[in-house]
């Protein structure tokens, strides 16, 4: 795998990750990490990923690892540097793949490049914050209410908390996942994520409570939407309204569920996101 440093025009940094440079034989997927974590693709999915022909391509989101912080950023904005990171390589169409928050910024990207992404994957993601129809703290675990109401007066009232402690209530299906493959997921999150400073989840809370800047209602590709019923990080309600909003999505909700356990099904979901790749040169740059 080779990482980058990919300047951007705003004189902003984003570190670039590639499992095959170069390739232009793999079908192209973008992953969007969760909160807080790191842009690296996902070590548990990758031989599953060879056998399919995919190549993951990544960043870290701004503020976290070797990206500049960008206070203020939304879905739509770091749609864009998804897109300033797929100029750069030469990617024509690809798909998106997101977890947690990564999911949300995985269907920002397809509402914002429109028919340049040809798919979409979202683990747990969380919906957009006031819509009708969504009590959008329901059922949430109570480190999560906190900090997200905090967030929602903005960064300052955020990083105020950035040093309190957050109980994820992990439910025992999540606690028996981190013994397997996915114990990977723990040893690029806390720490290691926060290398350029606390920025990362602190701009990650407050961009759920913005207006995304774009309109995911708008999506054309065909969406995949996975949620554990006994979600309480990212209840399940957030992925039946966007279930229900998104004109092309599908919803597999696994009742037995939750939040970190619903990645015991990313792999399957790999070969969805395989099925409904047009090809690496679909859509060519120029």
Do not use: K
Request: proline letters at 9%.
């Amino acid at each position: 795998m080779r990482e980058t440093d990919l300047r951007l025009p705003d004189g902003r940094a984003l570190h670039v990750y590639d499992t095959h440079p170069g390739d232009d034989h793999r079908v192209p997927v973008v992953w969007h990490h969760g909160t807080p974590n790191l842009g690296t693709p996902p070590a548990p999915l990758l031989e599953a990923s060879d056998w399919l022909g995919l190549r993951w391509v990544s960043f870290d989101r701004p503020g976290y690892g070797g990206s500049t912080v960008a206070p203020g950023r939304t879905m739509g904005s770091v749609a864009r540097d998804a897109e300033d990171v797929a100029d750069a390589l030469g990617l024509g169409r690809f798909s998106v793949m997101g977890y947690s928050g990564g999911g949300s910024y995985a269907l920002g990207c397809a509402a914002t490049l429109g028919d340049r992404v040809q798919a979409v994957v979202s683990l747990a993601g969380i919906a957009p914050y006031g819509v009708p129809g969504l009590d959008w703290f329901g059922g949430m675990i109570r480190s999560g209410v906190t900090n997200l109401q905090a967030a929602r007066t903005g960064r300052v009232a955020r990083a105020a908390l950035a040093d309190e402690d957050y109980d994820p209530e992990f439910a025992p299906v999540d606690l028996a996942l981190f013994d397997g493959p996915w114990g990977w997921l723990g040893q690029i999150a806390g720490p290691v994520a926060l290398t350029a400073g606390p920025y990362g989840p602190i701009d990650d809370d407050v961009s759920y409570l913005l207006p995304w800047g774009c309109d995911p209602a708008g999506i054309t590709a065909p969406v995949l939407l996975l949620h554990g019923g006994i979600d309480r990080i990212i209840p399940p309600t957030h992925g039946d309204w966007l279930a229900e909003h998104l004109p092309c999505a599908e919803l597999n909700r696994y009742d037995a569920d939750s939040h970190i356990s619903i990645l015991g099904h990313a792999e399957s979901a790999l070969d969805w996101l395989r099925d409904h790749a047009d090809g690496p040169t679909a859509y060519p740059l120029g």
